[in-house]
């Protein structure tokens, strides 16, 4: 029964809510954007649970990790959705980011993930392009694969069916088409 009452307010708040995406290869301006646009917008950004998750592993990951991953995510956008405000919240990542993940790195993703992810689509993703310079990180893997990972999340958002707008350039421009396909978006 609470299970059910969790599930009732977790739908109502999320009916209320446009959450929007930022999304794309790694080192592609996600969580900077994400929290400078939630700044911006008056509200709270959900950052990269998986971010937390590797530093504290100290192992190479398994498929059976980024379950986990997908789970602390799950977890951290509905902790944050509670603390959104003006109907808007945005996400740094979200669980299409680890369903082309496993797929890409262990060739399949699981079906809780694949599940989660079909539920919980967001009302808007912003494909965020490789174009700034690559910026090395421990978590990253993919410095050469950046072009051919986009083309991947184009797929996967055209799939899906969810509105999005790519978005690229440094800084200020990168920011200003943002802020300009946000607006452009609310008000459809």
């Known amino acids: 029964m609470a299970n059910n009452r969790w599930l009732q307010q977790n739908l109502a708040t999320n009916l209320h809510m446009k959450k929007i995406v930022l999304t794309g290869p790694e080192s592609s301006g996600k969580t900077t954007l994400a929290a400078r646009l939630a700044k911006h917008f008056g509200t709270v950004w959900v950052p990269e649970f998986a971010r937390e998750y590797l530093a504290g592993l100290g192992l190479p990951y398994t498929a059976n990790d980024l379950l986990e991953i997908a789970h602390g995510q799950v977890a951290l956008e509905d902790k944050m959705a509670g603390e959104a ?12 980011v680890l369903k082309i993940w496993s797929e890409v790195r262990f060739g399949h993703c699981d079906r809780w993930t694949l599940a989660q992810f079909q539920l919980r689509l967001p009302a808007y993703y912003l494909l965020c392009l490789p174009d700034l310079p690559w910026a ?14 986009l083309g991947i999340y184009r797929r996967e958002l055209v799939a899906v069916g969810v509105p999005f707008s790519e978005i690229g350039g440094n800084g200020e421009r990168r920011f200003a088409m943002a802020v300009d396909a946000i607006n452009a978006f609310l008000q459809e």
């Open 85 to 96: 405000t003006n109907g808007l919240l945005f996400l740094d990542t979200s669980l299409e």
């Open 136 to 149: 090395p990180d421990p978590q990253r893997e993919n410095p050469d694969d950046r072009e051919v990972l």
